[in-house]
């Protein structure tokens, strides 16, 4: 017989049983005009803000978004934002000095990061001391890739054939046509996919220091119209891009394969230096590892870490990134194991890295500041700005999983955010 705590939670479970008529007529959609309008042009210009502002109706809002400074900025974010009202600030702080021995990066870091979240700074800063005290990490950019992927419809799965054999004579043709879009970028390789009489191009590209979203989203779309004009067979339809791509989002395919910047890092830490600053020892960072290597599994993890998304997505935002790419970057796989004279063993490999030093968000005042703080502002630093990433993600792995070991995790938490 269900016991009244079962009771509770059913009445808990069930909140639609006690939606009335009255309540739901709600949700009926109103014929109602719109009591207010914002200006119909979305660029930035100061009548155009004080309109926007005046259709907000919300002066007590007002100092705290369009502030002097951002009023003084105003024409710098003109390339990054429509329907403009103001600037949002957010705390930065800093962790490190965080040493990374990479191919690209060969410094020691001070790593900016921007977030509300107490206690994650600290996180962060205390792995990538810990990481410089051993010697720093070792970092390796594996590939780098960026791909959109324009699927086609046909009539039949022989009209799709045909077409995929045309599209495979047009692969000079196509590398000319995407590369004459921009003086950053090279066709890195072109892969297809049938399914059916469905067709869908994967067109991998390099696109240098920049993010490159936008880069391959141009540059398709002039393949698009090329194929649509010219192709001997005509699909019924076409798409820019059919979700093959793994665009802000994990994905399989991006963790074997490659979507931004794949990279990988390493360190090894005595077993004396893991008990001084994270109290606690290798062999039972291992067995955290084995464990929540097999919990990950079991949620259906796409690859196996910790919370690569916290440390990503705070440098996201402090260096002028596309936050929402760290629905696919923070993607990958953490591993810690025993080496045979007792240290640890740890390492961290991510495929999806979608990270640049120019365009984008990165010539905004701040975030501009901040690339410079790291010393990666600019043209030649995105591979080593992938590299940086690995590391901060290491640090973050390493400082966690001591946590979680030593019984300080809620302790933390609680002594610095409440």
Same mark, same amino acid.
């Given at each position: 017989?269900?016991?009244?705590?079962?009771?509770?939670?059913?009445?808990?479970?069930?909140?639609?049983?006690?939606?009335?008529?009255?309540?739901?007529?709600?949700?009926?959609?109103?014929?109602?005009?719109?009591?207010?309008?914002?200006?119909?042009?979305?660029?930035?210009?100061?009548?155009?803000?004080?309109?926007?502002?005046?259709?907000?109706?919300?002066?007590?809002?007002?100092?705290?978004?369009?502030?002097?400074?951002?009023?003084?900025?105003?024409?710098?974010?003109?390339?990054?934002?429509?329907?403009?009202?103001?600037?949002?600030?957010?705390?930065?702080?800093?962790?490190?000095?965080?040493?990374?021995?990479?191919?690209?990066?060969?410094?020691?870091?001070?790593?900016?990061?921007?977030?509300?979240?107490?206690?994650?700074?600290?996180?962060?800063?205390?792995?990538?001391?810990?990481?410089?005290?051993?010697?720093?990490?070792?970092?390796?950019?594996?590939?780098?890739?960026?791909?959109?992927?324009?699927?086609?419809?046909?009539?039949?799965?022989?009209?799709?054939?045909?077409?995929?054999?045309?599209?495979?004579?047009?692969?000079?043709?196509?590398?000319?046509?995407?590369?004459?879009?921009?003086?950053?970028?090279?066709?890195?390789?072109?892969?297809?996919?049938?399914?059916?009489?469905?067709?869908?191009?994967?067109?991998?590209?390099?696109?240098?220091?920049?993010?490159?979203?936008?880069?391959?989203?141009?540059?398709?779309?002039?393949?698009?119209?090329?194929?649509?004009?010219?192709?001997?067979?005509?699909?019924?339809?076409?798409?820019?891009?059919?979700?093959?791509?793994?665009?802000?989002?994990?994905?399989?395919?991006?963790?074997?394969?490659?979507?931004?910047?794949?990279?990988?890092?390493?360190?090894?830490?005595?077993?004396?230096?893991?008990?001084?600053?994270?109290?606690?020892?290798?062999?039972?960072?291992?067995?955290?590892?084995?464990?929540?290597?097999?919990?990950?599994?079991?949620?259906?993890?796409?690859?196996?870490?910790?919370?690569?998304?916290?440390? !990503?997505?705070? @440098?996201?935002? /402090?260096?002028?990134?596309? &936050?929402?790419?760290? =629905? +696919?970057?923070?993607? #990958?796989?953490?591993?810690?194991?025993?080496?045979?004279?007792?240290?640890?063993?740890?390492?961290?490999?991510?495929?999806?890295?979608?990270?640049?030093?120019?365009?984008?968000?990165?010539?905004?005042?701040?975030?501009?500041?901040? !690339?410079?703080? @790291?010393?990666? /502002?600019?043209?030649?630093? &995105?591979?080593?700005? =992938? +590299?940086?990433?690995? #590391?901060?993600?290491?640090?973050?792995?390493?400082?966690?999983?001591?946590?979680?070991?030593?019984?300080?995790?809620?302790?933390?938490?609680?002594?610095?955010?409440?």
């Amino acid at each position: 017989m269900p016991n009244n705590k079962t009771n509770k939670f059913a009445e808990v479970y069930s909140v639609l049983s006690n939606i009335t008529e009255e309540s739901l007529q709600q949700l009926s959609t109103s014929e109602q005009p719109l009591a207010t309008r914002q200006p119909l042009n979305m660029y930035i210009k100061a009548s155009t803000v004080d309109k926007r502002w005046q259709a907000i109706d919300c002066e007590q809002a007002k100092p705290h978004l369009l502030d002097q400074s951002t009023i003084d900025s105003m024409s710098s974010y003109q390339k990054n934002i429509e329907n403009f009202i103001g600037t949002v600030k957010l705390p930065v702080g800093i962790a490190g000095p965080l040493r990374v021995n990479g191919l690209f990066a060969q410094e020691d870091y001070f790593v900016p990061l921007a977030t509300t979240e107490a206690a994650l700074v600290a996180s962060y800063n205390r792995g990538a001391l810990l990481i410089s005290e051993a010697g720093g990490c070792s970092a390796m950019l594996l590939n780098e890739g960026v791909c959109r992927t324009p699927g086609f419809a046909f009539e039949t799965l022989i009209q799709a054939g045909q077409f995929v054999a045309w599209a495979t004579t047009q692969i000079d043709t196509f590398t000319d046509i995407t590369e004459s879009t921009s003086n950053h970028l090279t066709l890195k390789d072109l892969k297809i996919n049938l399914e059916g009489n469905h067709v869908y191009l994967i067109f991998d590209y390099l696109t240098g220091d920049a993010s490159g979203q936008n880069m391959v989203t141009i540059a398709t779309n002039a393949v698009l119209e090329y194929i649509t004009e010219h192709s001997p067979t005509k699909a019924k339809y076409s798409f820019l891009d059919a979700n093959l791509s793994g665009d802000k989002k994990a994905t399989m395919q991006s963790l074997n394969g490659v979507r931004g910047k794949k990279v990988t890092a390493e360190v090894h830490i005595s077993a004396e230096l893991v008990k001084k600053r994270l109290h606690t020892t290798p062999e039972r960072m291992a067995d955290f590892w084995r464990m929540s290597s097999v919990g990950g599994v079991l949620s259906g993890s796409v690859g196996v870490q910790g919370h690569y998304a916290n440390g !990503l997505a705070a @440098l996201y935002i /402090a260096c002028g990134q596309d &936050a929402a790419c760290v =629905a +696919e970057s923070a993607v #990958g796989v953490t591993r810690m194991e025993l080496n045979d004279d007792g240290s640890l063993y740890a390492s961290v490999t991510l495929p999806n890295l979608m990270v640049g030093t120019v365009g984008g968000g990165t010539g905004l005042p701040s975030q501009q500041a901040n !690339l410079q703080l @790291l010393g990666l /502002a600019g043209n030649g630093n &995105a591979r080593a700005l =992938a +590299e940086v990433c690995a #590391g901060l993600c290491l640090a973050g792995e390493l400082s966690m999983i001591g946590a979680f070991c030593a019984g300080h995790f809620a302790k933390a938490h609680r002594k610095l955010a409440r």
